[in-house]
């Protein structure tokens, strides 16, 4: 089956309560993004059994999409990830996968240039060179997936042109292989320095609501700040979050006429 893409145009991304690459790609499958046809595409990748499970869900009375990413747990074909649960894989890995693949040459820009953004945030954190950065969480199959099927999504919708307003985060600390680190974690301090978008920590929340995976795609789709749009919404789509942090847990994402 050949992928179909429409004429989406704009978006502007709403990040009041945080973004994270399943929010954003269960956002983006919310506003219309077909699910099968993003399987479809990440299908060119050689990473083995993998499985995405779009369900409608309800929070606070809105109904919105939790999207669900399953991949089999053990290593994957081709990577080395080393105990089921700890992946490690290589930024040049990823990137090799990804160049290699049979994708379309904008979502391989938009997923590599996640990936590089993130490497260098990661790279300027733990005092090592990019070419070095072995990934962790990031680098697991799941936001491999979230990462790459969010470029395929934006592809499919027609998006060209990305805002977004200020990114909300908690505070506090949380759990990363590690050990604990702050929230917001240095990552994502790190990536927020490129993109200008102002950054509200939440007292009330004491945990991670930005991970960098998220982060890294706003920036990877060259989302720019926006204080104030006038904006005549078309479609309007709703990615539920798995942490509970007693906050409305979804990135909304509303498409249409937007005038800066």
């Known amino acids: ?79 080395d990830y080393g105990v089921p649960g700890h992946y490690h894989t290589a930024y040049a890995d990823i990137a090799a996968m990804i160049e290699k693949s049979a994708l379309s040459p904008r979502v391989k820009e938009i997923a590599l240039q996640v990936f590089a953004l993130i490497a260098e945030a990661e790279g300027a954190v733990h005092g090592v060179p990019v070419a070095e950065v072995a990934f962790h969480e990031v680098g697991a199959m799941d936001s491999i997936l979230d990462i790459v099927g969010t470029a395929v999504a934006v592809d499919l919708l027609g998006i060209q042109k990305v805002y977004v307003g200020e990114i909300h985060d908690g505070r506090g600390t949380v759990m990363c292989r590690h050990g604990l ?34 982060l890294g795609l706003l920036l990877g789709l060259g989302a720019v700040y926006a204080p104030q749009l006038s904006v005549k919404p078309t479609k309007i789509g709703y990615g539920f979050g798995k942490r509970e942090t007693g906050r409305f847990p979804a990135v909304r994402i509303i498409m249409g006429e937007i005038d800066e």
């Open 1 to 79: 089956m050949t992928a179909e893409r429409s004429n989406g145009g704009t978006i502007f991304i709403d990040c009041g309560s945080g973004v994270s690459g399943d929010m954003m790609l269960g956002a983006l499958v919310d506003l219309g993004a077909d699910v099968g046809q993003i399987k479809e595409e990440l299908g060119k990748l050689a990473i083995g059994y993998f499985d995405l499970v779009a369900e409608k869900a309800e929070r606070n009375g809105i109904q919105g999409t939790n999207l669900h990413v399953i991949v089999r747990d053990r290593p994957m074909h081709d990577f």
């Open 181 to 214: 680190i702050p929230v917001p974690v240095p990552a994502v301090l790190e990536m927020l320095k490129k993109g200008g978008f102002p950054l509200i920590t939440e007292a009330s929340v004491q945990t991670e609501m930005v991970t960098p995976t998220g």
